[in-house]
């Protein structure tokens, strides 16, 4: 069983940054796949962001692509989620997932809420103009 802890969410003002963190307990970090995902009041739950721990491959959003970046730290068991630029789209809960039978397949990530089985509680994050 994969438990996930997020942290660092806030309020800034647009144009500001945050890192969130997503730690993964549970599990051999270096076997699954951890997406970022997010809810908004008007698009409900996307795929923000992912990295695949087995081999620090990632994708993006075309909304977030060259704002944000993921990341892992193999030592903390824990996956970093570095977002520049903000704007006030960017206002939501934000939770990390882990997926540990379709990325032990692919070695890759699925794109999917129902492809991942771990979820954390979620950090909001609220961007003023």
């Known amino acids: 069983q994969v438990h996930l802890v997020e942290s660092g969410g806030g309020s800034v003002q647009a144009g500001g940054s945050l890192r969130l963190s997503c730690a993964a307990s549970g599990y051999p970090f270096s076997s699954m796949c951890i997406r970022w995902f997010r809810q908004t009041p008007g698009k409900g739950r996307e795929a923000v962001a992912s990295?695949?721990?087995?081999?620090?491959?990632?994708d993006y959003a075309d909304s977030v692509k060259y704002r944000f970046t993921i990341s892992q730290d193999n030592a903390k068991n824990t996956v970093y989620l570095r977002m520049n630029s903000l704007e006030p789209e960017d206002t939501g809960m934000y939770y990390c997932?882990?997926?540990?039978?379709?990325?032990?397949?692919?070695?890759?990530?699925?794109?999917?809420?129902?492809?991942?089985?771990?979820w954390g509680q979620g950090t909001q994050v609220t961007v003023s103009s």
């Open positions: 997932a882990a997926d540990t039978i379709h990325s032990a397949l692919t070695l890759n990530c699925p794109r999917g809420q129902a492809d991942f089985q771990h």
């Open positions: 990295i695949y721990t087995g081999g620090s491959r990632t």
